[in-house]
């Protein structure tokens, strides 16, 4: 699951009038929300597990909003393994049909986005002219 999130400065100023004294200054909006299973980074019709430890590429299109990030604000990108309640729950443990997952497969997991020279990571933004 990832999700995009527009982060305000903060020195942004707040709403005028503002009768429920909202604060915009470091607000946290997010803009896109979308869940991909990565056992089909390769194929939908073949689900693979990962290996722990090995870093593999995902690539992956977050669906377009048309969105437009201000000068000052920043971007936020979470990257997690699990949207629950909204989405079924993630066992963290590879089985071939998550809806047959038994309690035992529900385990914790560290998950890791690999940044290096040798092994980038990146978010592409289209500009709209």
């Known amino acids: 699951m990832v999700k995009l999130i527009d982060v305000y400065p903060n020195d942004y100023p707040n709403p005028n009038p503002n009768p429920n004294g909202v604060q915009m200054g470091g607000y946290q909006m997010m803009v896109r929300g979308d869940v991909f299973r990565a056992r089909f980074r390769e194929s939908f019709s073949t689900p693979k597990a990962f290996a722990p430890g090995k870093p593999e590429k995902v690539e992956w299109k977050l669906p377009d909003v048309n969105h437009n990030f201000r000068r000052g604000h920043r971007v936020m990108v979470q990257v997690q393994s699990t949207w629950f309640p909204l989405v079924d729950r993630n066992p963290q ?21 690999w940044r290096s020279k040798e092994l980038p990571s990146q978010i592409q933004f289209l500009q709209l002219k």
Request: hydrophobic fraction near 35%; aromatic fraction near 10%; glycine fraction near 0%.
């Open 93 to 113: 443990k590879y089985v071939p049909n998550i809806n047959e997952a038994r309690e035992a497969d529900f385990q914790k997991a560290t998950h890791r986005i």
